[in-house]
């Protein structure tokens, strides 16, 4: 009997891998099934859909039709889909139960598992679909000459067919010397991910795995390197220099084999070849061709983790879109590459870019949307209180003892100001700088982790780990590629957030002096490696200094103590001296103060009514960010008077 149980054991993984070839067999199967019923769909959406919002007097409503009447007419590089539209166009088809209804689920669930098939399948039909050229549409120079080009393609194919006719039909005309769709119709299509909620295909970067290769990705990322913006060969063209026969050769990967060889009976007949040469530019086609590197939004790292990076893609009009520090939604396909490195084959994985939006301001900013005005109900609840402001204070670092004025400080720079733009281009920055220096053991750490764990967007670093250019920007070289590549540091990628470093005093001296300019101006200039560009820095800045000696000494300036720059000391708006003083009665207070976090895991039950949720905190910085962003309120007589007086009692 063990045998026997030892026999059907030994079958099991037999049995099993028959099965699963059984299930791929079956699916690959009737998915071939599917793909004429989906060819017949893609032309039947692009034709049909309809939405209100889209008006035009040749199409009506017809959203997709008029994309492909601005795409004949060059005026848009790119076929945009939108999956929203997808599921709405389905969900009709089953309500009538139409002859697509059976193929809905199926004609979903392709385009969201393998992108790059139903990215081909629509691009066949909408470019059998291409209205004629609207004349007069636009008499730009440079959608003219595209225009003029393809139209030329098309009579030299035609002409090039008639001319074989006429030799009688003995040429046989091969792949290599038909002239690209591409050429013809040059335009793409990409997916855009626009359903909400649990239908979307919305992942953390964590979760990007292998799991997703092949299939429709979307995910929030903070750029971190961009490259330059270079031209890539899409399609090269040869011109026989002995039959004038032309050869068209379409590029797939980075590197490729020129042809050598012409196919034309000519050539073969002779035995000769004049492609020599190489291609013809100027009959070629080039695509404009960026990576950017992207890492993990920082409230999406876990606690002790390294954010994940990835590479992407990004071709045509999505080039320029990312900067460092800037955070980005990537809508994408997940596909491995192959390199061949010191003769070993890498596999490198990347998203080719369908669609980037840019987060402007770094929060939402759409006023109409869910979240939006969930947040600004919560803020206006709080604002009823009207001892809010101290409640606010009262809630950052409430393990924290005392310091209410500190507190106070970081509240108002966590809420920022409003940078003004003069008529003269001059710029007033609205983000405050603020400085606590003095004796250790007094939570200047805790206070610094405890408004990056706050602001929705925020930097954490230690001065002594921190160079210049890993808190400003640096140029780095590619080992594979010898490429010059532009990444942001530390305050870049605080951008209309925070940056919070800790031993601000341990920092060297040259690295401490990179960032005046980004306090004083809130931009990075960079001039290294061929590259010269400014990248926007608008973060404010919380630092945290110990004494130079120890202690405080309280004979000695501030200067002298902390051994930073007076030029650096004069960027920070607020500075803090907190002192670790010995005082009986203060230091009864604290006791009693550690002694009741301890025993009830955080602050007093008793005083949980006097503080502020942390979802309400959040959700004020937001809004405070969009208020920022779109417009300054400004002062009154009032506050105007009473900022007057506090400068003329200081003099």
Excluded at 304 to 323: K, Q, W
Excluded at 344 to 350: C, E, L, N, P
Aim: proline share 4%; charged share 25%.
């Amino acid at each position: 009997m063990a045998a026997v149980a030892g026999g059907g054991g030994a079958r099991g993984p037999a049995n099993q891998l028959r099965e699963d070839l059984r299930a791929h067999l079956t699916l690959a199967r009737n998915f071939a099934v599917e793909v004429p019923h989906h060819k017949m769909m893609c032309k039947a959406f692009l034709d049909s859909f309809e939405d209100v919002r889209i008006h035009c007097n040749k199409y009506r409503n017809k959203k997709y039709m008029r994309m492909l009447q601005d795409v004949a007419n060059h005026q848009r590089e790119a076929l945009v889909i939108e999956t929203q539209d997808i599921d709405e166009w389905c969900g009709r088809q089953v309500l009538r139960g139409d002859v697509f209804a059976a193929h809905c689920g199926s004609f979903i669930g392709g385009i969201s598992h393998n992108v790059r098939l139903y990215q081909r399948m629509f691009y066949d039909v909408a470019k059998d679909m291409l209205p004629e050229h609207d004349h007069g549409a636009s008499e730009d120079s440079r959608v003219l000459r595209k225009f003029a080009l393809s139209k030329q393609m098309k009579e030299d194919e035609k002409r090039e067919r008639d001319r074989i006719e006429k030799a009688g039909g003995t040429e046989v005309r091969t792949k290599d010397n038909m002239i690209p769709d591409k050429l013809k119709y040059p335009f793409d299509v990409r997916f855009r991910e626009t359903r909400v909620g649990a239908n979307a295909i919305q992942l953390p970067l964590r979760m990007v795995k292998s799991a997703a290769i092949g299939k429709l990705v979307r995910f929030d990322a903070t750029v971190s390197r961009v490259s330059p913006v270079k031209p890539k060969m899409e399609i090269a063209t040869y011109v026989c220099t002995l039959c004038q026969c032309r050869t068209f050769q379409e590029i797939e990967s980075d590197e490729f084999m020129p042809v050598l060889n012409c196919p034309s009976t000519y050539c073969k007949d002779n035995k000769e070849s004049g492609l020599g040469e190489g291609p013809s530019l100027p009959q070629s086609k080039f695509v404009k061709y960026q990576e950017l590197k992207v890492q993990e939004l920082t409230s999406e790292v876990p606690v002790g983790s390294i954010p994940r990076c990835l590479n992407i893609l990004v071709e045509g009009d999505l080039t320029r879109i990312g900067a460092p520090g800037e955070s980005v939604t990537v809508t994408g396909c997940y596909i491995p590459h192959v390199q061949n490195v010191a003769g070993k084959q890498v596999t490198t994985m990347f998203v080719h870019a369908h669609d980037i939006v840019q987060h402007k301001k770094g929060y939402n900013e759409d006023e109409n949307s869910y979240e939006y005005k969930t947040l600004l109900n919560h803020v206006k609840q709080a604002g009823k209180d009207p001892h809010i402001y101290e409640k606010l204070a009262q809630s950052i670092g409430p393990q924290i003892f005392g310091m209410e004025d500190v507190k106070k400080a970081l509240l108002l720079l966590l809420v920022g100001g409003v940078t003004k733009k003069l008529a003269d281009g001059m710029k007033v920055r609205g983000d405050l700088h603020v400085l606590l220096m003095g004796d250790p053991g007094v939570a200047k750490s805790q206070l610094l982790k405890q408004a990056s764990q706050i602001a929705p967007r925020a930097v954490y670093t230690s001065g002594k780990g921190t160079s210049g250019v890993g808190l400003t920007a640096a140029v780095t070289r590619d080992q594979q590629t010898s490429e010059v590549h532009l990444e942001g540091g530390a305050l870049v990628l605080a951008d209309r957030g925070i940056c919070c470093i800790d031993e601000f005093d341990k920092m060297e001296e040259a690295d401490r002096t990179a960032i005046h300019e980004v306090m004083e101006q809130q931009t990075v200039s960079i001039a290294k490696a061929g590259i010269t560009t400014t990248l926007n820095a608008r973060t404010s800045v919380l630092a945290a200094a110990n004494p130079q000696y120890g202690r405080y000494d309280i004979s000695r300036s501030p200067v002298e103590n902390m051994n930073l720059p007076a030029a650096l000391l004069s960027r920070f708006d607020l500075k803090f001296l907190l002192l670790d003083n010995v005082e009986k009665e203060n230091d009864i207070k604290l006791s009693k103060f550690v002694l009741e976090t301890h025993r009830y895991g955080g602050c007093d039950p008793k005083d949980k009514k006097h503080k502020v949720r942390r979802e309400v905190f959040t959700s004020l910085f937001e809004i405070c960010e969009v208020i920022r962003a779109l417009g300054a309120t400004q002062l009154g007589r009032e506050d105007r008077a009473t900022i007057c007086g506090h400068a003329k009692s200081r003099t």
